[in-house]
């Protein structure tokens, strides 16, 4: 099971606002050896109180094909997941419709041939399949570990990679965006040449805050408020509100004896979420839980809790927006 259930349990907290729609709009799902995060445990995630009514599933490298073109192993994901979407939807496992989108991956290097792997991901989850990720974190210093698609630096540039994401918008397939704090500048040129694609800016954009970066969150931040900033003009980029509490961030929090509250999470990252919501507007913010990955640090109903407690201020039609509205609308869920 992915996260620690004895260590999460120490820490239990009654659901804000508990009637609240939201729509979940990126999480993962494996089964890996040690590790598995599949329908019954997001499941019992989901029934900590809050009021999921959707998620959406975004690539993780799972249930890749074991044969066949390399091109074409992702798609085993997306048959994988939209299995498990078809479960959720029968009704037998809770009110919550898990995986109402997928995103999947699909190496963009491959230029205007990725074709065929679109096509393929569309055929296999017509009504779910809503767009692709690349991931593109990359950093020079071996301490910090690049994203599982083995990038190179400056993937968003390269012409190959340029020729691949062009495809996206004649398919009105969406592009997210997983990639460290120093690279937001590179999304914001892609974002710049390529106005008629639908851009989500992941987790913030990865603030670093382990290896070379321990000690450094101050200057950091004042840099990353300009760059997303610059970000936030491309009116086609929208920002995914959370991911922020995995151990690459640098908060530590796995390493206590009792994990975080949501007032302390509150406290601790509220500036990140402020300065997106100012920049971008509620209307292209969505929170969202990146479980369970961010399960190292904390319960998913004290997640929710936190991001409750940051939005308190927002009037009815802006929280109305970051937790459900600006996900169905951009990943067009019924």
Request: glycine share 10%; hydrophobic share 35%; with cysteine.
């Given at each position: 099971?992915a996260?620690?259930p004895?260590?999460?349990?120490?820490?239990?907290e009654?659901?804000?606002?508990?009637?609240?729609?939201?729509?979940?709009?990126?999480?993962?799902l494996?089964?890996?050896?040690?590790?598995?995060?599949?329908?019954?445990e997001?499941?019992?995630?989901l029934?900590?109180?809050?009021?999921?009514?959707?998620?959406v599933f975004?690539?993780?490298?799972?249930?890749?094909?074991?044969?066949?073109?390399?091109a074409?192993?992702?798609l085993?994901?997306?048959?994988?997941?939209?299995g498990?979407?078809?479960?959720?939807?029968?009704?037998?496992?809770g009110?919550?419709?898990?995986a109402?989108?997928?995103?999947?991956?699909?190496?963009?290097?491959?230029?205007?041939?990725?074709?065929?792997?679109?096509?393929?991901?569309?055929a296999?989850?017509?009504?779910?399949?809503?767009?692709?990720?690349h991931?593109?974190a990359?950093?020079?210093?071996?301490?910090?570990?690049?994203?599982?698609?083995?990038p190179?630096?400056g993937?968003?540039?390269?012409?190959?990679f340029?020729?691949?994401?062009?495809?996206?918008e004649?398919?009105g397939l969406?592009?997210?965006?997983?990639?460290?704090?120093?690279?937001?500048?590179?999304?914001?040129?892609?974002?710049?040449?390529?106005?008629?694609?639908r851009?989500?800016?992941?987790h913030?954009?990865?603030?670093?805050g382990?290896?070379?970066?321990?000690g450094?969150?101050?200057?950091?931040?004042?840099?990353?408020?300009k760059?997303?900033?610059?970000?936030?003009?491309?009116?086609?980029?929208?920002?995914?509100?959370g991911?922020?509490n995995?151990?690459v961030?640098?908060?530590?929090?796995?390493?206590?004896?009792?994990p975080?509250t949501?007032?302390?999470?509150?406290?601790?990252?509220?500036?990140?979420y402020?300065?997106s919501?100012?920049?971008?507007g509620?209307?292209?913010?969505?929170?969202?839980?990146?479980?369970?990955?961010?399960k190292?640090?904390?319960?998913?109903?004290?997640?929710?809790?936190?991001?409750?407690?940051?939005a308190?201020?927002f009037?009815e039609?802006?929280?109305?927006n970051?937790?459900?509205?600006?996900?169905k609308r951009v990943?067009?869920?019924?």
């Amino acid at each position: 099971m992915a996260g620690n259930p004895d260590w999460l349990a120490k820490v239990k907290e009654e659901a804000l606002e508990p009637e609240l729609p939201i729509i979940d709009p990126h999480h993962h799902l494996w089964d890996h050896p040690g590790s598995r995060y599949e329908l019954d445990e997001i499941v019992a995630d989901l029934a900590q109180g809050h009021n999921i009514r959707q998620t959406v599933f975004v690539e993780c490298k799972a249930m890749y094909r074991d044969g066949g073109p390399e091109a074409l192993k992702p798609l085993g994901e997306t048959e994988y997941v939209n299995g498990i979407a078809a479960k959720s939807a029968s009704g037998g496992f809770g009110d919550t419709r898990v995986a109402a989108g997928i995103v999947g991956f699909a190496d963009l290097r491959l230029g205007n041939a990725v074709d065929e792997v679109l096509n393929a991901h569309i055929a296999r989850a017509p009504d779910r399949f809503r767009g692709i990720r690349h991931a593109s974190a990359f950093d020079p210093n071996p301490d910090i570990r690049a994203s599982h698609t083995a990038p190179p630096k400056g993937l968003l540039g390269l012409p190959s990679f340029r020729e691949g994401f062009a495809r996206l918008e004649s398919y009105g397939l969406s592009f997210d965006a997983w990639l460290y704090h120093h690279q937001i500048p590179e999304l914001t040129e892609l974002a710049r040449d390529h106005p008629g694609t639908r851009i989500i800016f992941d987790h913030f954009g990865g603030p670093l805050g382990i290896g070379p970066y321990d000690g450094k969150r101050g200057e950091i931040f004042e840099q990353w408020k300009k760059d997303v900033s610059e970000l936030a003009a491309c009116p086609n980029v929208v920002a995914k509100l959370g991911g922020i509490n995995m151990a690459v961030n640098g908060f530590g929090w796995h390493k206590r004896d009792l994990p975080p509250t949501s007032d302390e999470l509150a406290e601790a990252t509220r500036d990140w979420y402020l300065h997106s919501i100012d920049a971008f507007g509620p209307e292209r913010c969505m929170f969202e839980s990146n479980f369970p990955v961010d399960k190292i640090s904390c319960s998913y109903g004290v997640l929710w809790n936190a991001f409750k407690k940051i939005a308190k201020g927002f009037s009815e039609s802006e929280k109305q927006n970051l937790f459900h509205d600006t996900a169905k609308r951009v990943y067009r869920l019924d």
